[in-house]
């Protein structure tokens, strides 16, 4: 029998705050009993904490890290950071700007906690917010959203090559019902497609079983 862990680190997207059932960093493992080898059994290490923004993520990623690698087997760890950075955004300007060159600094020296210890490291880009459902957030928060996804995006592996680099995961297009009616948390759909998409990233292609 053989062991893979994944560590799934971020916010309340990735505690699963708000949504009856289980989160995606919990339904990982299913989507990957589907896809990979019948003998390869995966946990996964749920470390959201709500209400945090990259600068509190970073703070704790040291500790993930070891924790990570002192498990055996396979190890992956996914990111899932920046939604809460977008509250109160202001019309692109100085600010957003700001806002935009912290999160990509932050992130980098979060990814390289990961790089160090030759984990293999997936980075979720942002899904979106209807503001609407929550006074914290604006109108422009969807376009600083845009941007944060940019830096992320910057991230992604040249001509293929990912075992040293991170591979992104696109999560900005997933549709409204896979938010709850707040606008921001995912639902029970979006927690299954973030596990999905994940999945698909780990393991690519199914293999037989």
């Avoid at 300007?93 to 790089?115: F, K, M, V």
């Avoid at 609407?132 to 992604?156: I, Q, W, Y």
Wanted: neutral net charge; proline residues 7%; aromatic residues 6%.
């Amino acid at each position: 029998m053989l062991y893979g862990t994944i560590a799934c680190l971020g916010d309340s997207l990735t505690y699963g705050a708000r949504c009856e059932g289980d989160g995606w960093p919990e339904l990982l493992p299913g989507e990957l009993a589907t896809r990979s080898r019948a003998d390869l059994i995966w946990s996964t290490l749920n470390r959201g904490v709500c209400g945090e923004r990259t600068w509190d993520v970073l703070r704790r990623t040291p500790g993930v890290v070891r924790e990570l690698t002192s498990t055996p087997g396979s190890r992956w760890l996914v990111v899932l950071v920046g939604t809460n950075d977008l509250k109160g955004a202001t019309p692109s300007g100085d600010r957003s700007a700001a806002t935009s060159e912290r999160y990509a600094r932050l992130l980098r020296q979060l990814l390289a906690w990961p790089a160090r210890s030759g984990l293999a490291t997936v980075v979720c880009t942002l899904p979106p917010v209807d503001w609407r459902g929550c006074p914290e957030f604006t109108p422009h928060s969807d376009a600083l959203r845009a941007e944060l996804n940019r830096r992320v995006s910057e991230f992604a592996p040249v001509d293929g090559d990912w075992r040293w680099q991170p591979v992104v995961c696109d999560l900005s297009d997933i549709g409204r019902d896979a938010l709850l009616d707040d606008g921001v948390h995912l639902s029970p759909a979006g927690h299954r497609t973030v596990a999905s998409r994940v999945a698909r990233i780990i393991h690519p292609t199914k293999e037989p079983r």
